[in-house]
C-alpha cells in the first residue's frame, strides 16, 4: 500500500469526523441560542395595548398594564380640564420642558392629551415609584391644600400632582407623570404604546 493511499483515507476519515462534529455543534448551538430570543410574554410585555374607553364616565379613571406599569386613561369632566389653566404658578414643570420623562409633542399642552377630556398616564410617581392614589374631589382634604383643585397624591411621601399630571412645587417628586406613546383608533379605542400609524 502506498503512502498516498493511507494519507487519503486518513483525510476522508477527517473530513467525515469534522462533518459530524460541526453538524452535532450547529444541533447544540441551536437549541441554545434560541434561548436568547424573547418569551412570548416577554413579547406580549412591550406590546402595545389596545383599550376600549367607551364606558368611561366624566370623572372615572380606568387602568391598564403596558410593559408591566399601570396606565392611567382618565376621563376629565368640563371643570376638571378649565381648572388646570389656573394651576401653573404652582406648578414646578407647568409645560413639561423637563427630559427625565420626555413628553410627546402632541401631550405638551395644559392638558398633557390629544384629546382635552381624556388624559393617559403612567400611573408611577417620578420619586421613588410609589403609584399615586386619585383625590379628584376638590376642597380641603387630609394631606392636601385648602384650594386643591382635584389631581393625584402620593401617599408615600406627600407628592401632589394635578389633573394632567404635572408636579406642584416643594414636593419630593422631580417630575410629571409620564405620558406615554398612544394614539386613537377611533372615538372609542386608544392604542397605549404606540403613537404612529404603521
Known amino acids: ?15 467525515a469526523t469534522g462533518c459530524a ?4 455543534g450547529v444541533a447544540t448551538a441551536v437549541p441554545f441560542v434560541s434561548t436568547f430570543a424573547p418569551s412570548e410574554r416577554a413579547k406580549a410585555a412591550g406590546a402595545a395595548v389596545e383599550v376600549d374607553i367607551s364606558a ?3 370623572g372615572e379613571k380606568l387602568t391598564v398594564e403596558w410593559r408591566g406599569k399601570p396606565v392611567w386613561v382618565v376621563r ?10 389656573k394651576l401653573d404658578p404652582q406648578l414646578a414643570d407647568p409645560n413639561s420642558e423637563r ?14 392629551s390629544i384629546k382635552e377630556e381624556f388624559f393617559v ?6 420619586h421613588l415609584g410609589c403609584s399615586p392614589s386619585d383625590k379628584f374631589q376638590t376642597g380641603a382634604q387630609p394631606s392636601l391644600p385648602n384650594d ?8 408615600c411621601h406627600g407628592s401632589t400632582f394635578d389633573m394632567a399630571g404635572r408636579v406642584f412645587k416643594n414636593v419630593p417628586a ?8 398612544h394614539m386613537y383608533l377611533s372615538d372609542a379605542k386608544l392604542l397605549i404604546g404606540e403613537d404612529k400609524k404603521a
Open 148 to 155: 386643591w383643585a382635584g389631581g393625584f397624591l402620593c401617599p
Open 1 to 15: 500500500m502506498s503512502d498516498n493511499a493511507v494519507d487519503q483515507g486518513k483525510r476522508t476519515w477527517l473530513i
Open 121 to 126: 398616564a403612567v400611573g408611577i410617581c417620578s
Open 56 to 58: 368611561i364616565k366624566p
Open 21 to 24: 462534529g460541526a453538524v452535532g
Open 99 to 112: 427630559k427625565a420623562y420626555p413628553t410627546p409633542d402632541y401631550a405638551k399642552n395644559t392638558h398633557r
Open 76 to 85: 376629565r369632566t368640563p371643570e376638571q380640564v378649565a381648572a388646570l389653566k
Open 174 to 181: 422631580p417630575d410629571n407623570l409620564e405620558v406615554p406613546p
